[in-house]
């Protein structure tokens, strides 16, 4: 199919975890009477539900889901082969919707769906896998300076604090002998669609009460278990990340339960600061209030073409 510009409209519901992203999605997505595309770097996985927030089974019934549940733990997913498979999932949904609704905190992966990445050197089994176990050995700090050392014009724009960021830098470094901002061209790819990004943010002292009270129904619902069960795969990006990292050292006796939780509750403040500067400082995103549903539509059809408005 060949999507007329400007004919089809994508709404990006982004911001910090827990804000309420998707409870508005499916808002949005029942309004539209059209589909969810999850831009989640750890929903993909099976095997990770209780750590990564997934939407409710009620939730998923809802509206219909695309990339949850799609893809085990056990394979690789990149950035790159979720742009490629949600592009042309998105050729499908358009063939019968004007407006898809599109929704999550992974600024990487929402950047790949809106605008495209620039192609990166892939590494070796072996690259990685020297990378993965000095992180495990030694910990971040020494493969940030490492990256600070190789390539400080990435460091200083990049999510320095994400293992996953950090490695795959010096994955493409060690790949290729040119840093990652050698690659970075940053230049965006025409999408035949147009883009719609509404983020959701709130008072922060509300967001942090709302994020320790999910980490605590985390734990409540078996969030160590879910995080023993994938112990064989905790070399996987995907694991190297807030509530699985550091119950994985709670296992491994490095500290108590308690501060385990703790600092989940911590990283996971740190990670939603973060979010919410990243998309910020990208993309032309317009902010609200979760609550504020009437405002975000009065928002969206101000911009959708006639024709996408005539069923409401």
Request: aromatic content about 10%.
């Amino acid at each position: 199919m060949s999507i007329q510009p400007n004919s089809k409209t994508l709404i990006m519901v982004v911001g910090p975890t827990a804000v309420g992203k998707t409870a508005m999605a499916i808002r949005l997505a029942t309004y539209f009477h059209t589909s969810i595309i999850s831009a989640d770097s750890r929903q993909f996985y099976r095997e990770m539900s209780i750590g990564t927030a997934k939407p409710t089974a009620e939730e998923l019934n809802e509206a219909p889901h695309f990339f949850i549940n799609s893809h085990s733990i056990a394979s690789e997913y990149s950035a790159g082969d979720f742009e490629r498979e949600s592009l042309a999932k998105l050729q499908d949904l358009f063939e019968t919707s004007d407006v898809v609704v599109a929704v999550g905190g992974s600024g990487l992966f929402v950047r790949a769906l809106m605008e495209g990445l620039d192609d990166l050197p892939k590494a070796s089994d072996e690259i990685r896998n020297t990378l993965n176990s000095a992180f495990k050995e030694f910990g971040l700090e020494p493969l940030k300076s490492r990256l600070k050392a190789i390539d400080p014009a990435y460091y200083a724009v990049a999510d320095v604090d994400n293992p996953q960021r950090v490695i795959r830098a010096l994955e493409v470094f060690e790949a290729s002998g040119y840093p990652i901002s050698h690659f970075l061209k940053n230049e965006q790819r025409k999408r035949p669609f147009q883009v719609i990004c509404v983020g959701l943010n709130m008072d922060r002292a509300r967001l942090y009460d709302r994020i320790n009270l999910r980490v605590d129904l985390m734990i409540q619902s078996g969030l160590l278990q879910e995080v023993e069960s994938l112990q064989e795969y905790r070399h996987k990006p995907a694991l190297l990340t807030v509530g699985y990292a550091e119950l994985f050292e709670f296992l491994d006796q490095q500290r108590s339960f308690d501060e385990a939780v703790a600092l989940i509750k911590q990283n996971s403040r740190r990670y939603a600061k973060r979010q919410i500067t990243w998309f910020k400082k990208y993309g032309q995103t317009t902010w609200f209030d979760p609550q504020d549903f009437d405002g975000i539509l009065k928002h969206i059809m101000h911009q959708i073409p006639q024709h996408s408005k005539s069923d409401h």
